[in-house]
């Protein structure tokens, strides 16, 4: 009787505070989660290159990619790229690795906090004034790996789809974010400005397995800067929902 009156008192007790009670998601609640559900899912088939092409991020998942790309979520997926990327050892001084710049090496999100994350269709004059004021700040994780690749001797390539017009300009900020030491820069003629990435790149390496270079590790945001001819002996792939550059 003690333990049923006891029972009895406790379970008075939960209904008298309505907190304690289990809640249901609102309607509201449940179309956020719709809304985060969704844009995950075209996130993870953007990074994993299974979208078509795409020229801006989907309207509704303005707010979500703003938070990813602002929030811990990036940084730590930059974090583990870094880290799986530290484990090569050099052979001889042939050995190479290819670094993208934009998104990989230097992060322009404070020119995409301006632009919608990715929301707003790409402005090619616009980008341009950003990269000539040369401020571009590094993706600390990529410097990480950037310095032990240096250290380990590995010849760098620095391959990037940038004007050869802002070769200056990128040097400048490259050193300033603290990249040094690299052996090459690579950056479009004005020849090569209308090729497409995968084949610019793709190029540019099969140059350097010409040469002789073994090219061990290839550093890029963009399947465009991994794929195609003379491959890197491993591939990674930072993340980027914000734009997609075939």
């Not at 710049?101 to 301006?114: G, Q």
């Not at 004034?129 to 401020?135: C, P, Q, Y």
């Not at 590995?154 to 940038?162: A, Q, S």
């Amino acid at each position: 009787f003690t333990s049923l009156s006891l029972f009895s008192s406790a379970f008075s007790d939960e209904l008298s505070h309505p907190s304690s009670i289990l809640q249901y998601p609102s309607e509201a609640k449940k179309v956020v989660d719709e809304v985060d559900l969704h844009c995950t899912s075209w996130r993870l088939a953007a990074e994993t290159n299974n979208l078509a092409p795409w020229s801006s991020i989907p309207a509704e998942c303005a707010d979500y990619v703003k938070d990813y790309v602002l929030g811990r979520g990036y940084v730590t997926d930059l974090e583990r790229v870094s880290e799986e990327a530290s484990v090569f050892d050099i052979d001889d001084g042939k050995d190479a690795w290819v670094f993208d710049i934009d998104e990989t090496l230097l992060s322009n999100l404070p020119y995409y906090n301006d632009h919608g994350f990715g929301l707003e269709l790409f402005d090619h004059s616009e980008f341009d004034k950003w990269v000539e004021r040369g401020v571009a700040p590094a993706i600390a994780p990529s410097l990480k790996l950037y310095q032990r690749v240096i250290d380990l001797g590995y010849r760098v390539f620095l391959l990037t789809g940038r004007k050869e017009s802002h070769r200056l300009v990128t040097v400048e900020n490259l050193i300033n974010a603290g990249f040094q030491n690299w052996d090459k820069l690579i950056l479009r003629s004005p020849d090569e400005q209308h090729k497409m990435a995968t084949l610019y790149k793709s190029e540019k390496r099969d140059e350097m397995v010409k040469e002789g270079y073994r090219i061990r590790g290839n550093s890029g945001d963009q399947w465009s800067d991994l794929l195609g001819s003379s491959m890197s002996q491993r591939s990674f792939k930072l993340a980027n929902p914000m734009y997609y550059i075939p």
